[in-house]
């Protein structure tokens, strides 16, 4: 009989001396109470490098009985969470002049918890970085690694909704498909990157806060999101590591008890052995009970706005191919094939349809930037109205 596809963490604080091994102890704790399912088979994760808990395949009868048994802490359902630029030291007034201590900066040392790394990039060059410090006790695994980057490694042996022939642009390695992870690293400790752009745009020298520190990667991320189970065997191993910053741009929905936080829970940890956590408060701002990461012992970064917009224009003319359209989410490609098209309603399926350009009617994205493999750009609805006024008239 199979297990069970819901995943539980089951937190049993920190560790303890015991009679059995943590692994073992995790085994008994289990076969106690499974029905359908054999102990190894339902076991996900066993956290026991830095604090005692485990992760495994549960009915909802099967968690609540452990939730009573003596030393559990708590009981809860992994939940999948998600992923919440040249100028933004310069915004933040930390300019690129400021006084430095390479030698004292190149012994720290931070954990990023996120979608990978793109370990190539010119932000993640070795050259001039000595060893890594005596205090990192990690390894290099999955990939090759260098001075600047010590350890890539990713969480995907028990990923139950991933596959990755429905995923063709991810594979089961700890390279960044995403973007995200590459980009959240690079802020934090990327080299200067002497004229960087977006295809032209935004022009500057990319760099992060801090770029003689050494990263630690660990992928939790992947298509689909981020699971607890992932993001607490991360943090068991980064504070083994020895890493002294913890980072992580990822969040829920709402705020939690903490004791149903593998965020929480795992930078309480941390905390505990002397390392920061650094999380993000997350993007749903600025309504009210929109903050995620709410622990005290971790810092919460909230998004904000930047003094900086990218702004190009339409330059309209005759022999121009346009169609216009109120809703473009499932355009015909029969249609619009070579055409540049003006519409109010997207969706992926328009990038789909062989169009040349695109040009979206749209208040609410007018300071949101967005990446698109196509010419594309976003007007208000008031250069909208003009554009529709001119393109009636002159056909």
């Known amino acids: 009989m199979s297990c069970m596809p819901q995943v539980y963490i089951v937190y049993m604080g920190a560790q303890h001396a015991s009679q059995y091994p943590t692994y073992e102890l995790h085994l008994?704790?289990?076969?106690?109470?499974?029905?359908?399912?054999?102990?190894s088979e339902s076991l996900v994760y066993s956290y026991q490098r830095s604090f005692s808990g485990f992760a495994a395949?549960?009915?909802?009868?099967?968690?609540?009985?452990?939730?009573?048994?003596?030393?559990?802490?708590?009981?809860?359902?992994?939940?999948?969470?998600?992923?919440?630029?040249?100028r933004s030291w310069d915004f933040l007034n930390f300019p690129q002049s400021v006084n430095r201590n390479p030698p004292l900066e190149s012994d720290v040392i931070v954990g990023m918890l996120d979608s990978g790394i793109w370990p190539e990039s010119k932000s993640f060059n070795d050259k001039g970085l000595g060893p890594?410090?005596?205090?990192?006790?990690?390894?290099?695994?999955?990939?090759?690694?260098?001075?600047?980057?010590?350890?890539?490694?990713?969480?995907?042996?028990?990923?139950?909704?991933?596959?990755?022939?429905?995923?063709p642009v991810e594979?089961?390695?700890?390279r960044d498909f995403d973007g995200h992870g590459t980009h959240t690293a690079s802020t934090a400790t990327g080299r200067s990157v002497s004229h960087a752009s977006l295809y032209g745009l935004a022009k500057g020298t990319a760099r992060g806060a801090v770029p003689s520190a050494r990263l630690a990667v660990y992928k939790v991320c992947w298509a689909l999101g981020c699971t607890d189970h992932d993001i607490l065997a991360a943090f068991d191993d980064a504070i083994s590591d020895g890493v002294d910053i913890i980072s992580l741009s990822i969040s829920g929905y709402k705020a939690l008890d903490y004791f149903q936080d593998s965020i929480a829970i795992g930078s309480f940890h941390a905390m505990a052995n002397g390392i920061l956590t650094?999380?993000?408060?997350?993007?749903?701002?600025?309504?009210?009970?929109?903050?995620?990461?709410?622990?005290?012992?971790?810092?919460s970064a909230a998004a904000s706005s930047i003094d900086r917009h990218i702004i190009d224009k339409v330059v309209t003319g005759d022999h121009v191919s346009t169609l216009v359209s109120e809703d473009c989410s499932m355009p015909d490609k029969n249609v619009v094939k070579g055409k540049i098209l003006l519409c109010k309603l997207l969706s992926y399926e328009t990038f789909t349809k062989g169009i040349q350009g695109l040009i979206s009617i749209d208040d609410s994205s007018l300071n949101i930037s967005f990446l698109f493999p196509i010419p594309f750009i976003v007007i208000s609805s008031l250069d909208g109205l003009n554009l529709l006024n001119y393109i009636n008239n002159t056909k």
């Open 278 to 299: 650094s999380a993000v408060a997350g993007n749903d701002g600025p309504k009210h009970g929109t903050v995620c990461n709410v622990a005290p012992w971790m810092v």
């Open 28 to 39: 008994n704790l289990l076969k106690e109470i499974l029905v359908n399912c054999s102990p």
């Open 171 to 174: 594979e089961p390695s700890p």
């Open 57 to 86: 395949k549960l009915s909802i009868d099967e968690a609540d009985k452990l939730s009573e048994r003596e030393g559990i802490v708590s009981v809860f359902h992994s939940r999948t969470l998600k992923l919440r630029t040249t």
């Open 132 to 167: 890594p410090p005596k205090k990192w006790k990690g390894a290099c695994v999955n990939m090759t690694c260098n001075k600047y980057v010590y350890k890539i490694y990713n969480y995907i042996f028990h990923r139950l909704d991933l596959n990755f022939r429905d995923y």
